[in-house]
């Protein structure tokens, strides 16, 4: 199994760029988890998904955050426009629901400039 | 609602002896509880996990977690520490009534000293 697949792997952009981050979670596997790592709030659950369908969204920061998951094999997490703040490493988990294991994906690093 | 504190942030150990990372949780229903390692600039591997079966946990890489409920404590150990185990360590609580929902723990950094 190829495991939890995110796109890009580094991510520079300017302050006020739009930037989508990709997660393709393991197959078969119905829920789907963004974190977001930085050096002073640890690791924060940004947003979950069961059977594409959002959750829990309690963790996004603000709105200029969005997260889709328009299949079950696929889904995007939206920053625009993005801030110096939002400079962090975001990892997308996948785990089947009954299982309760989440398996994290390499992370994606965005530099907001 | 659920909590989980990892009691050192960063720990030392000479190459060769034993690893212990605390771990205390804190939830309203019987919990799953994980611990995870992340190596420098790579992605979170879980080591071992507790769901209510076996009190004693095996892991990867030779370590485990003992699940004592009394102290609601869940810390990690290792007989022998080898210098690829550097790396942090996080603690995480899962409560079923949260559907799936996870804490981490801030995490502790293992040093190992050759």
């Known amino acids: 199994d190829a495991g939890v697949i995110q796109s890009p792997r580094h991510e520079v952009t300017e302050m006020g760029q739009e930037v989508t981050l990709r997660c393709k979670p393991i197959?078969?596997?119905?829920?789907l988890f963004w974190y977001r790592q930085t050096m002073m709030r640890g690791l924060e659950l940004l947003i979950y998904f069961n059977n594409n369908v959002p959750i829990d969204d309690s963790g996004m920061p603000e709105d200029r955050f969005s997260a889709k998951m328009p299949n079950a094999s696929f889904s995007t997490l939206k920053i625009q426009p993005s801030e110096p703040r939002d400079s962090a490493v975001y990892f997308c988990a996948s785990s089947l629901s009954d299982v309760n294991t989440q398996y994290f994906g390499p992370g994606t690093r965005l530099t907001v400039l | 609602a659920q909590s989980v504190t990892q009691l050192d942030s960063h720990v030392s150990v000479s190459e060769g002896t034993p690893v212990l990372l605390r771990c205390n949780y804190s939830?309203?229903?019987?919990?799953?509880l994980f611990w995870y390692v992340q190596h420098p600039n790579k992605g979170l591997q879980l080591l071992l996990k507790y769901t209510s079966a076996a009190t004693l946990v095996k892991g990867i890489n030779g370590f485990e977690a003992e699940f004592k409920k009394s102290e609601t404590s869940f810390h990690l150990t290792k007989p022998s520490a080898h210098m690829s185990d550097a790396a942090e360590y996080f603690c995480v609580v899962s409560d079923p009534a949260s559907y799936q929902k996870v804490t981490f723990g801030i995490g502790t950094k293992l040093q190992v000293i050759p």
């Open positions: 197959s078969g596997h119905n829920s």
């Open positions: 939830s309203s229903y019987s919990p799953s």
